[in-house]
């Protein structure tokens, strides 16, 4: 088995030298750019630093993010090359497919590149040398830790979400690693100029975690420390042990576990949207909204203006001379609140098409549900990604949780406050199919009234989220963030849920009045 | 020769009495303010009969029908299909009934096969079924090569079918049409009468509006007419007819033999001589 799955390994990698010429150059050309990379990795921090106790929390946090991006990088993004399901067919033993795999992941282009940057780390580092045998040991550890690292994440991946939402799953990494992006900038910058002590307090923390533990063991070792290095190759031999022992569970559960099949798909494939949303009502009409929102230029107009408002709005604050500082954490609330704002009114731009949604008898709540659809879909990572923005400007990551807090709470609330509007006072809007731009052709009360309601409603309702959010911001300790991260998810969370709940009970009672209200309109 | 529908028709007519009644309105009234659209309609549907209502433009044939699909709220009255009443346990009555409104919009930024699919799965069908339904739907009503066009580019009469289609997705018991003929050309409107008379012979039945006396008279078997909000006859076809022909029955009972009131002078003579 394990002779086998070598050699498929090796054909694997053999593969990406096949082809043309030219093909097989580009390849060699970016294997060695890699693998100088690797080295390069290794031996900028003794470019960078000469003190060895400073080059060695460098390390740490090198190896740290290296290990973790092995433990990560494959759950949100496995590409599928050989993993334990595939195998379900073949003639053996779980344990020894088990084995065989893991044993196989050493001839894949990671782990040669992660064995590259190992050697070129153990070659770099005289110091390290003294006692050989530690320098060994902790590496090794490492190997075996990303290695195994990859294989579980990587196979959990895939037994937890089949491989039709593999799209969905690099999605979400890719929001996850730009809303990184800004803290990592942050985090480098604040290292490099920070006071030696926070450094080394950051890099001792690591080290005790798997992900440093071998590099901080390793100069503990060089220090003559040995029974501490010890105790921090202890940490990551624990680690390892735990992934091999969850290894061998995971493998016998993808072999065994029968996957749904993809047959139902068939009726949706080429419906676009449809296609990527099951076949219940919420869903569906998520996916209609979706699809309008990509078709219809009502939307879109509707949208455009939203990120104009917070930077009218810094500007005006900053004329009056406010920090800029604080100011930073004002346009994303604002912009979120905006979004979510923009359903206040979305049944009357269905028009008189919501009889098909009345004629059906769904849920109401269904109906207020699936139209929240695209808002989430843009609205979660703007919030994700433009917490971290937020942060990175105000100069203090620590305030990342309550940031976080704070707009998720405004879009959710927002959210839950316009699906109620959105039955309780249907105003007429632009027709469907007429210019965006287009003045609706009906004028009467209503508009003016839902508007100031709705958005008074959601400010009012954001108030105890953001005054938690700000007593956070001004006070910063830990307990205050975590605590106000919780609380803007969960009552925003509750916010939102009340407002499908009541929303829908609406729209079941009085569907006939809206679709008489929008006859007028129409 | 085939059977014209108007042989099928009558003949359905007599063996459909005997049905049990699959669709009930007692003493329907809406009022909109002081204007009455509808005061004290009953109407009872047979199963496998296919009813025709017909009356004067604005008689209030469409808040009937409205009324019995769930989409207009009645100022009193009750509606049931199969004993279940509409305004009371809406969700289990919709999922009989199969509704095709006249002037209402379609989410018509779908194509025609998501819109099938969207209005088939929102009526509870599952998604299997939803596709082999479509696919013959389409097939049966022409739109074969327009499912993957919006339904917004369609004519009036495609988007006349591809409603029809939607109302029947999820197989109803009875299909409440209003004007379902309307901007529908000949060889389409022959082809849907088809259709629903194999829904009739397999047991279903079809309410529906027209302002046609002659279409009506061709393919329905039973009839209600509506003048003023208030149904003046009802029964077969034949019994309502009475030896004449539909048309002039019509204007017996509402009493206007039409042209020669008034208008004398847009007649002979024009005001620019």
Redesign the interface.
Known sequence: MAARLLRLRLTLLGSAFRGSATRALRAVLIGLLAAAAAVALAWLPTLLLHEADARADLDVFIGSALLGAALLVPFFANRGHLEPRQFASVPARPGSIASALLFSTVLTWPAILLLVWLVALAVLRPEWQQPVWALVLGLVLVYLFAVTATRVSSALSKLWFGHDRGGVLRVVGTVLLIALLPLAFFGITAISGAPEGSTTAAARALGWSPFGAAFAGAQQAANGDLGAALLHFGVLLAAVIVLFAVWFPIVRASLQSVERPA??A???R???W?ERFS???AS??A??VL??WS??PRYRVGLSAIPFVPILMILAFWVAGADLRTLAAVPLPVILLLLAWSLHNDVAM????I?????????GRDDRRGRLAPVLLIGLPVALIGSTVTVTVMGEWRVLPAVIGMNLAVLFVTCGVSSVFSVLIPYPTTR??DSPFAQPQWSGSGSGLSQTLSMIAALVFSVPAVWIAVVALVDVTPAWNLGALAFGVVYGAAILGLGILLGGKIF?RR???L??AT?VF? | MPVPSIVRARERGRLATQNPVVLRTEVLTKNYGQIAAASDVSIQVHAGSFTGIVGPNGAGKTTTLSMISGLNRPTSGRITVHDIDVWADGPAAKRLIGTLPDRLRLFDRLTGAQLLYYIGILNGVREDAVATRAAELAEAFGLGSAMDRLVSDYSAGMQKKIGLACAMIHAPEVLVLDEPFEAIDPVSASNVTDILEKFVAGGGSVIMSSHSLDLIQRVCDHVAVIVDGSVIAQGTVDAVRDGMSLEERFAHLTGESGAEKGLQWLHGSSDSV
């Open positions: 047959d139902p068939i009726a949706r080429g419906l676009g449809f076949a219940k009502p569906v009409i996916a209609r699809t309008y078709r219809d269905d028009s008189t098409a009889w098909s949604h009345v004629a059906s008898g769904i849920a469907p199919g079941d569907g006939p009045e679709i008489a006859q129409d």
